[in-house]
């Protein structure tokens, strides 16, 4: 069964600051990876995501990420947040032959300050 | 519209008592979700539809929560004699099919309080 775990559930950072977040899973088999944020009182938006081919991966808003098959990461960047990316952020995993199922990871809160 | 929608957005409700919860997905979209997400926790999946094929109910914690879904339209989600563990934001999905690769397009959820 695969599992996904988000490091940290609150990350405080300051305004035009870099910003990572960090994602592990574990499965048996291949896997697709995703991003998704959730902006107050609104529902999950796709942030970006990964199929396949390149590792890193770049999504809106200026976020990008980085598969790292050996150690079972997908870590979220942003080299230089707004106080717009105020959110909570999720990663979730889909097993690449299954029927679409997303794991969860417990997600992170970013708060961004002046 | 453009997104998945879902009705109400709010919802109180006394211990005991059955709630309908209603989601209506993107035109098109064959495969459809559930999913609840309570209190600082991620989201759980509780049920998949994809067009006439029957439902895999694998996530329903229990009995009382079933779900309907008349072809590729609206879905509702039922939870009969709710308990305050129920308490959550329950959010509907939907993606052109299903496939571990298809992005699934949220809706803004309902927030459920069982008093």
């Known amino acids: 069964a695969q599992s996904v775990t988000q490091l940290d559930s609150q990350v405080p950072v300051f305004e035009e600051a870099p910003v990572e977040l960090r994602c592990n899973y574990s499965?048996?088999?291949?896997?697709?990876l995703f991003w998704y944020v959730q902006y107050p009182n609104q529902g999950l938006q796709l942030l970006l995501k990964?199929?396949?081919?390149?590792?890193l991966v770049k999504g809106i808003n200026g976020f990008e990420a980085e598969f790292n098959k050996s150690q079972t990461s997908f870590h979220l960047r942003k080299p230089s947040v707004h106080i717009s990316d105020t959110a909570e952020y999720f990663c979730?995993?889909?097993?690449?032959?299954?029927?679409?199922?997303?794991?969860f990871g417990a997600g992170t809160q970013v708060v961004v300050t002046p | 519209g453009a997104g998945v929608s879902q009705s109400p957005s709010n919802k109180v409700t006394e211990k005991g008592k059955d709630v309908e919860l209603r989601c209506d997905p993107i035109?098109?979209?064959?495969?459809l979700y559930w999913y609840r997400q309570r209190l600082g926790q991620g989201l759980e999946f509780l049920i998949y539809?994809?067009?006439?094929?029957?439902?895999?109910k694998s996530g329903l914690p229990s009995d009382r929560f079933s779900a309907e879904r008349t072809g590729e339209s609206v879905s509702t989600l039922t939870i009969q004699r709710t308990q305050q563990e129920d308490s959550a934001v329950y959010l509907c999905?939907?993606?052109?099919?299903?496939?571990?690769?298809?992005?699934?397009?949220f809706g803004p959820g309902t927030r459920l309080t069982v008093l």
């Open positions: 999905a939907s993606s052109l099919g299903l496939a571990g690769s298809n992005e699934q397009f």
């Open positions: 499965s048996s088999v291949s896997v697709y």
């Open positions: 990964y199929l396949s081919g390149s590792t």
């Open positions: 979730a995993v889909s097993e690449a032959d299954s029927w679409g199922k997303l794991q």
């Open positions: 035109s098109g979209h064959t495969a």
């Open positions: 539809f994809q067009g006439n094929s029957a439902p895999d």
